[in-house]
């Protein structure tokens, strides 16, 4: 990451052209490109997102992402930008600044030449977090017979983890995402078919599949902050992370791996190690914690906590 020289956005850390370019010759098309506090820009495949808390932000980062986008060679086919509320209910779909109408709101990206489906129009989140890339790509280093993605979203993971031969359960209360996740495994020349896909509240479905007796060499625990499942049951990360990783335990094989990770501002790498431990703890298990690897293109302290288990 580079700092920003110009006056328009002077706290942007932009990522430096010879990074990007390190993404090309990747086969990845979906990174940050700029961040700074209240705002961010994503390159996300042939177009670019810039997502701003207020208007100014918006404005200046637009100005300079125009001087710079010479030093990257890039010319984004269209430019949308999305708004960053402060209430979740705020939330809305990113909205088109430059370019064509009538373009497909849905397009392809890709990381290390794994293809993506994102959707504009689906809604505040348009089908990949960037900030999992690191963690995604650890799937890939061991081989893995059986991978639990719970919270799945459209199955990123899941993907990942079956390129790399695994058996997978891609868990959401979503119907909508989890066929968006199908898609991306047809995307990779993958069968569906040959996969788990489960709507359902991961509350519930953790206990089920340890009564029947499943288990599961790696598992997923990616929540979100905050959101209501089955019968309006609450789930709150800080209150809440530790039952889930203690349910979550039961159905991982010895020696098997768990992702623990949040974007909930209050959580820390930190709470996470803590968290593990009682859990551990009280399941009379023994494991070791590794941190995942830093992103190029995220600063120190940005994007979500996440802390991998390794059983013993
Ligand atoms: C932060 S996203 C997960 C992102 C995903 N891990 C990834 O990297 O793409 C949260 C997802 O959790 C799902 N979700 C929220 N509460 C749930 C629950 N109780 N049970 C199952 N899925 C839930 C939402 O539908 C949403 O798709």
């Known amino acids: 990451m580079q700092s920003s020289a110009s006056s328009f956005a002077p706290h942007a850390q932009w990522l430096s052209p010879s990074d990007w370019r390190a993404f090309e010759a990747s086969g990845t098309s979906a990174h940050r490109v700029c961040s700074l506090p209240g705002a961010w820009i994503e390159r996300l495949g042939s177009d670019l997102l810039i997502n701003h808390q207020t208007p100014t932000l918006l404005a200046n980062l637009f100005q300079e992402w125009k001087q710079r986008s010479t030093d990257y060679a890039f010319a984004p086919q269209r430019i ?15 909205v088109l600044l430059e370019g064509d109408l009538s373009l497909p709101v849905e397009t392809v990206v890709s990381e290390s030449r794994v293809r993506f489906g994102l959707d504009f129009s689906a809604g505040y989140s348009v089908g990949l977090f960037l900030d999992q890339r690191t963690n995604r790509s ?45 898609l991306n495994f047809t995307l990779n020349a993958l069968d569906p078919g040959a996969h788990r896909f489960v709507a359902d509240d991961v509350q519930d479905l953790l206990p089920r599949l340890a009564r029947r007796k499943e288990q599961f060499d790696a598992v997923i625990l990616d929540p979100p902050t905050f959101s209501r499942g089955n019968k309006g049951r609450r789930f709150r990360a800080e209150d809440d992370l530790q039952s889930l990783l203690s349910a979550a335990l039961e159905v ?61």
């Open 138 to 182: 650890l799937l890939k280093r061991k081989p893995l017979k059986r991978v639990l993605n719970t919270f799945a979203y459209t199955c990123s993971f899941s993907v990942v983890a079956a390129l790399a031969g695994a058996e997978t359960l891609s868990a959401d209360l979503s119907q909508k995402s989890l066929d968006r996740g199908r």
């Open 80 to 94: 949308f930008s999305r708004d960053l509320p402060l209430q979740n209910a705020d939330r809305s779909a990113p």
């Open 252 to 312: 991982t094989a010895p020696a098997g791996r768990l992702l623990l990770s949040t974007n909930c501002t209050k959580l820390r790498v930190t709470d996470l190690e803590n968290i593990a431990r009682f859990s551990l703890k009280n399941a009379r298990m023994q494991g070791t914690f590794q941190h995942s690897p830093a992103l190029v293109d995220f600063p120190l302290k940005t994007g979500a906590s996440t802390l991998w288990i390794q059983l013993r």
